[in-house]
């Protein structure tokens, strides 16, 4: 979906419910409703179209140290490129990575590795070496997140 599309489906008034999800996901619809100026079952009603038309989802999202996960890596995976969805199917089945997308450039694909521990990283990085079709690989381990947000509006 283009940018004109995408604003042809919406109206400020769903951007503007959006943008408050995006702040606050457990914002009540009387609070957007307040925010927005308009009545409450008017959000109500934009914002069951827009989870009705795949605009808009909400989930819960978990803060990783919590859980103990603390390592983050990104996996630059140069591909042969007859092979690239055999690749694709292979990272997608690793459990710990969480995103897996695919680029321009010099590596085919990009995938995001959240792990508890080095141990667990080298063992992933292992896995990863293991699949057919791998030219090469760069891994960048993550040492601080600076911006990590869900504001798209």
């Not at 409450?40 to 179209?49: D, S």
């Not at 969480?98 to 680029?103: F, I």
């Amino acid at each position: 979906m283009s940018s004109e599309e995408f604003d042809s489906v919406i109206d400020e008034l769903d951007k503007g419910i959006i943008k408050q999800l995006s702040k606050n996901g457990r914002m009540s619809f009387a609070e957007i409703a307040s925010e927005l100026d308009v009545t409450e079952k008017t959000v109500r009603k934009r914002y069951n179209q827009l989870v009705d038309n795949n605009i808009l989802e909400v989930v819960g999202v978990v803060n990783p140290i919590t859980l103990g996960i603390k390592i983050g890596a990104i996996v630059q995976v140069q591909v042969v490129p007859q092979h690239i969805d055999e690749v694709i199917t292979s990272l997608t089945n690793i459990p710990v990575i969480r995103y897996v997308t695919t680029l321009t450039g010099e590596y085919q694909l990009l995938g995001q590795v959240n792990v508890r521990s080095y141990e667990e990283l080298n063992e992933t990085v292992k896995k990863i070496y293991q699949i057919p079709h791998i030219q090469s690989t760069n891994v960048l381990v993550q040492m601080d997140v600076h911006k990590n947000t869900f504001e798209y509006l």
